[in-house]
């Protein structure tokens, strides 16, 4: 039984972990190379992935879709270290309006031009922070989406990720309150109704025994 409890606890675990890792926001230094546009063919799998159509514009099967191109900085530990070596990284741009995730994000068009106006180049280098959620997943053509750019000076640049850590400390005093305050509901409200199913249950069982002496005395 023991095992079973604990197997549960690490499925919930992993799932809630899995879908915190995927929605909340991430950061990476990146230069941008270019960025495209391509038409694609949703599937049952990688349809789930990818946001909804343009604010005001109808949903299809298959639709135009924003790519920026970049070589992001590899990092370890969720992006607190990094390391010096590099990697491409391709990113979606498209909007994720009043759907989950609540990023409320309707400037698609915006942002692909902002991902243009900081195109790194071999005559200049061109460093930016990408704001981003999501995985990237080339087997099932999968691509984080971006959020947010910001141009920065180069690839040492710390970037402090201040929301995740209010969320987190917001969630842990969250339990922390559900806690104490289920704590003090079965304090006084569950705990004096279980003593007194107790004791009326000790007094039932204390007459039923008393009436079978009297039977056993007779005898």
Excluded: C
């Excluded at 079973?4 to 809630?16: A, E, I, P, Q, S």
């Excluded at 992935?49 to 298959?62: G, I, M, N, V, W």
């Amino acid at each position: 039984m023991a095992y079973v409890k604990n197997t549960l606890r690490v499925l919930v675990f992993l799932l809630v972990g899995g879908l915190l890792h995927y929605v909340l926001p991430q950061h990476d230094v990146v230069k941008i190379t270019s960025t495209e546009i391509i038409r694609m063919d949703f599937s049952g799998v990688n349809r789930i992935f990818f946001a909804q159509a343009d604010s005001a514009s109808a949903e299809l099967a298959t639709r135009d879709i924003r790519l920026i191109n970049t070589v992001k900085r590899q990092t370890w530990l969720l992006g607190f270290i990094r390391r010096d070596r590099e990697k491409v990284m391709v990113y979606r741009n498209e909007d994720t309006g009043w759907i989950w995730p609540p990023y409320f994000k309707f400037d698609s068009s915006d942002l692909q031009a902002e991902a243009s106006a900081a195109l790194s180049t071999n005559d200049k280098e061109q460093w930016a922070v990408i704001t981003h959620y999501g995985w990237r997943n080339r087997f099932f053509t999968v691509y984080p989406n971006a959020i947010g750019i910001r141009k920065v000076d180069g690839p040492d640049v710390t970037v402090i990720p201040w929301f995740n850590i209010f969320f987190f400390a917001f969630v842990l005093l969250a339990i922390g309150m559900i806690r104490a305050m289920w704590r003090q509901f079965r304090e006084r409200s569950i705990d004096p109704t279980l003593e007194d199913v107790h004791e009326s249950v000790v007094q039932q069982k204390g007459r039923l025994t008393q009436w079978l002496d009297t039977w056993r005395s007779k005898k």
